[in-house]
């Protein structure tokens, strides 16, 4: 019996068991051993392995020997973080990701990611690998709390413990903006040239914030590093798009039966994909063109398009799918009146706008309805409201200042918000508590109880909604859908709305 073969009939995933894995599975065709880490990614989880890390195994494809192979980082000293160490270096950092349609399962193995590293177990190995010159770009999938940034001020967080722990220990960083800026020292009292930063994270205008932010930190730490960083470190703008659940012990199960591959940690996504990259790189850069990356002077547009559309509706299927009762976004879009609610919610979005080369915005809103109703995608609710003090404000509330200031409507908008307020009060309708998993998870619940009618409490945290408090149209929008909300529930405060508008 073949080593690579379990007890069951499946097979352990590694280079070795490569050749013996199903015809049905795509492997990679490259020598990953002539591959070099010309990139280090911050972040490894579900979504960088199924769109950053697919299109450099794409790109590997064509150009074998690249030198724009993938380093793995982990930073956080979490759950998480630990099984995706013990499973990528138990699988020689290969994985199997599945592209799940209605009409069928593709299954395929990556190998782009070559190394990857734990970083509470040697916070050095991680600093190295960003201050060695073969390191020509480093990637974040950081999620949106990861930028240490006061939302009501746009300013840096400087007094976050996890700030002021790296400033104080500059060799033993535990934040990403601290490894970041041990590297680019090492590389600046070497003489060598900087790395560009690429974030990867639902942030509109997300190499401007981190530009800002590192910038920021590195300034504090050495004003003439933080003059260096600012002059000859580049930070694209980009655009992410592919929708990737978490992993669940279901998911495992289905690799297994489906395809024959003991993997412990696969992926699972959806067949749609977009990256939009601002052409900025301070070191080069792969042909990204080549494996359908588009490449422009100025991804703003698109990054509205999607933050305003895609994952504003996610907060709206998320908050109220969950106060009703579900546990699925399919479950949730398979409603009428939910699929309605999402529909007229990026059509109360879409004056604010800016026209987006090559695409038509009604078709792309009909993708939205479609990707978010398939079946096969088994994308969890807890998993789109979690941070919500930190999505709401980059994901929604710049479309309800516009719409105030156009004088439009906002009703479908501050529906969302009110069911944030409803959602953090921590019962469904089942009076189930709703856990929430938010860094401000304390003051949030404790300021949305104060009052079951009443959003101001809420709406009165600038941290999140600047000054947006100040506006009684806003305000009373919020009171009105909660108010709906505590009386009627969910459903029947959807069917007021169909009837409504």
């Known amino acids: 019996m073949n080593s690579n073969i379990s007890t069951g009939s499946t097979i352990k995933l590694n280079q070795a068991s490569l050749s013996h894995l199903p015809g049905n599975v795509r492997i990679p065709k490259y020598d990953r051993h002539q591959i070099t880490n010309g990139i280090v990614h911050i972040g490894v ?16 494809h064509q150009n074998p020997g690249s030198d724009w192979g993938i380093c793995g980082v982990g930073l956080l000293d979490y759950d998480y973080d630990r099984r995706m160490r013990d499973a990528l270096l138990s699988q020689d950092c290969l994985y199997t990701l599945v592209e799940r349609s209605p009409q069928s399962d593709r299954a395929r193995i990556i190998g782009s990611i070559t190394r990857y590293l734990f970083a509470p177990d040697n916070r050095q190995a991680a ?3 960003m201050a060695n010159p073969e390191c020509r770009i480093v990637t974040l999938t950081i999620t949106e709390s990861g930028y240490y940034y006061i939302e009501g001020s746009g300013e840096f967080d400087v007094n976050h413990p996890t700030i002021q722990h790296d400033l104080h220990h500059p060799d033993q960083p535990i934040g990403t903006y601290g490894f970041l800026t041990a590297a680019l020292e090492k590389r600046y009292k070497q003489g060598l040239a900087p790395f560009t930063v690429l974030s990867c994270d639902n942030i509109q205008g997300n190499g401007n914030m981190v530009r800002k932010m590192l910038t920021t930190f590195a300034q504090i730490r050495d004003p003439e590093l933080g003059r260096w960083v600012a002059e000859y470190v580049a930070f694209p703008n980009c655009m992410v798009d592919r929708i990737t659940p978490m992993t669940t012990p279901p998911d495992i199960k289905m690799v297994a039966e489906q395809f024959g591959i003991d993997d412990a940690f696969p992926g699972v996504t959806e067949p749609f994909i977009q990256w939009v990259i601002e052409d900025t790189f301070c070191a080069g850069r792969p042909d990204w063109e080549s494996v359908g990356v588009q490449m422009t002077n100025d991804v703003h547009p698109y ?81 789109l409201c979690l941070n919500g003090s930190a999505k709401i404000p980059k994901f929604v509330l710049g479309s309800i200042r516009d719409k105030l200031q156009l004088g439009g409507a906002i009703d479908y908008l501050s529906l969302t918000i009110a069911a944030w307020c409803r959602y953090l009060s921590s019962q469904d309708k089942q009076g189930q508590p709703i856990p929430i998993d938010d860094p401000l998870a304390d003051i949030l619940t404790q300021r949305a109880s104060l009052s079951e009618l009443d959003p101001k409490p809420l709406l009165s945290i600038s941290e999140i909604f600047g000054d947006l408090v100040e506006s009684p149209r806003f305000v009373e929008a919020v009171a009105d859908q909660l108010r709906s909300l505590h009386e009627f529930g969910v459903n029947g405060t959807l069917v007021r709305f169909s009837q409504a508008h």
């Open 45 to 60: 989880g579900g979504f960088h392995r199924s769109h950053q890390a697919l299109y450099l195994d794409d790109y590997f």
């Open 303 to 383: 990054e509205m398009m999607k933050i305003r559309l895609l994952n504003a509706s996610h907060l709206l299927i998320g908050y109220l799918g969950s106060l009703a009762g579900y546990t699925y976004v399919y479950e949730v879009m398979a409603d009428p009146l939910f699929e309605q609610a999402v529909a007229k919610l990026m059509d109360e979005v879409t004056p604010t706008l800016q026209p987006v080369p090559g695409i038509d915005l009604d078709d792309y809103k009909k993708t939205l309805i479609e990707r978010f109703s398939n079946p096969k995608i088994r994308d969890q609710l807890p998993r």
């Open 127 to 129: 600093i190295e690998a």
